[in-house]
């Protein structure tokens, strides 16, 4: 039997929080660990050890932005999604940035959440590809990335231009598509890349891109 996606719903209204978990209890492969409107986010992400957890985006208003990385410290391997979101291009690229992986707006539809909370959770991102092109419109080409001296940073050209594909949110056939070679070829090149840099996962690989600054900055 498939495992179930583990969940821990936060959120500080309890009519949003009533009714999110009536729609996700319906789902056959998501388990509700528990459903908090508790000030202390972080220890019932301790308590429960949820896969992903489902933060309401007043908790970072209230909290702040270094509450996401308190929980990412205090829970290795969370996935993250926020929601109930109506922020600006700015503050999304600072959720990106602090480690969540998905952000959901006030609107969202429930089939588009339970589809981002089942991507999310298998390592991919769930965001509006406005934000993506953004991130990746700040940076520089991979012709820019920068000599750290570590030898596993040792990539070769192609490995850049997908490592900074696979930043911008693009999925294998998109990647196989723009670089005019096979989709078989693109994942064993992203295979090479996740030995290289020893990480596991698309959102990893996206992190390490804009935080080890093997894109640089335009200025």
Request: charged content about 30%; proline content about 2%.
């Amino acid at each position: 039997m498939p495992k179930k996606i583990k969940l821990l719903v936060a959120c500080c209204s309890s009519l949003s929080r009533i009714g999110l978990v009536e729609v996700l209890s319906e789902e056959k492969d998501l388990k509700i660990a528990n459903e908090t409107c508790e000030e202390d986010v972080i220890h019932d992400v301790q308590k429960t050890k949820p896969d992903v957890l489902l933060l309401c985006c007043n908790f970072l208003l209230e909290r702040g932005y270094n509450l996401i990385l308190n929980i990412k410290e205090n829970m290795e391997g969370i996935k993250i999604v926020a929601f109930n979101c109506d922020l600006t291009l700015d503050q999304e690229i600072k959720l990106f940035k602090g480690g969540v992986a998905g952000i959901l707006s006030s609107n969202c539809d429930p089939k588009a959440l339970i589809k981002a909370l089942r991507k999310v959770y298998s390592g991919e991102f769930w965001f509006r590809r406005e934000l993506m092109n953004s991130i990746m419109g700040s940076h520089s080409s991979p012709e820019k990335i920068i000599n750290s001296g570590d030898e596993h940073l040792e990539l070769t050209r192609r490995e850049l231009d997908i490592l900074t594909l696979i930043a911008g949110g693009y999925k294998n056939r998109e990647i196989s598509s723009k670089l005019c070679v096979a989709e078989g070829t693109v994942k064993v090149h992203i295979n090479n890349i996740y030995k290289k840099l020893d990480i596991k996962d698309r959102m990893q690989a996206s992190f390490y891109a804009l935080k080890h600054d093997l894109i640089s900055s335009k200025k």
